[in-house]
Nanobody
Framework: QVQLVESGGGLVQPGGSLRLSCSAS????????IGWYRQAPGKQRELVAT???????NYADSVKGRFTIAGDGAKNSVYLQMNSLKPEDTAVYYC??????????????WGQGTQVTVSS
């Protein structure tokens, strides 16, 4: 199975930046996607950004222009660079790996989540 280890969360002031990291191990999938999700207190989990094995990216409108998702194949890692952070970005951020995303059966693996708090 795929193991995901997240890091980089913390407390930051509005307008500040953080970089989240998601390191994957154990994957044998040649086709996959990795997404960052977040869940704020009292709200449903929402998709923030995704990147596929062919480097296609997608962003939620709320973070477009502020967040960047990128991968480093040599390190088996995906990063979420978060700039111009706002209080409404406060949430637990989760990394999700999806193997065989275009197939009939998809294989999803979730990280434990990392807390991001944007506050003055």
């Amino acid at each position: 199975q795929v193991q995901l280890v997240e890091s980089g969360g913390g407390l930051v002031q509005p307008g500040g930046s953080l970089r989240l990291s998601c390191s994957a191990s154990g994957s044998t999938f040649s086709t996959y996607s990795i997404g960052w999700y977040r869940q704020a207190p009292g709200k449903q989990r929402e998709l923030v950004a995704t990147i596929t094995s062919n480097s296609s990216t997608n962003y939620a409108d709320s973070v477009k222009g502020r967040f960047t998702i990128a991968g480093d194949g040599a390190k088996n890692s995906v990063y979420l660079q978060m700039n111009s952070l706002k209080p409404e970005d406060t949430a637990v951020y989760y990394c999700k790996f999806r193997g065989n995303p275009y197939g009939r059966v998809r294989y999803d693996y979730w990280g434990q989540g990392t807390q991001v708090t944007v506050s003055s």
